[in-house]
């Protein structure tokens, strides 16, 4: 099992910055990605952004490429978020989630960090 603990959300004015963390432990060898996904009230689950950490290789999604910025430490199976220049439509609860080696999909999940940009 891993269990993953974000951190760093809050209360931000339009057009600041906050940067948010997720650490992982426990069984945390097989994995080799970290992503961040972001949920509005009364909206789906969306994608943010993700990095492997097998090759570095990252994606974003469109609507914070140019602001948000992910990065981690593999070795110490951290990851951060930076996000700046936040719209009040950044306003979420921010999940990073996790991948294991030989798995599709996000296999793990955080309890969320709630981020707040006020217009």
């Known amino acids: 099992q891993v269990q993953l603990v974000e951190s760093g959300g809050g209360l931000v004015q339009a057009g600041g910055s906050l940067r948010l963390s997720c650490a992982a432990t426990?069984?945390?060898?097989?994995?080799?990605?970290m992503a961040w996904f972001r949920q509005g009230s009364e909206e789906e689950r969306e994608f943010v952004a993700r990095v492997l950490w097998s090759d570095g290789t990252t994606e974003y999604a469109d609507s914070v490429k140019g602001r948000f910025t992910i990065s981690g430490d593999s070795a110490k199976r951290l990851g951060f978020l930076q996000m700046n220049s936040l719209k009040p439509e950044d306003t979420a609860v921010y999940y990073c989630?996790?991948?294991?080696?030989?798995?599709?999909?996000?296999?793990?999940w955080g309890q969320g960090t709630r981020v707040t940009v006020s217009s």
């Open positions: 989630a996790v991948i294991e080696y030989g798995s599709g999909k996000w296999d793990y």
């Open positions: 426990g069984r945390t060898f097989s994995l080799y990605g």
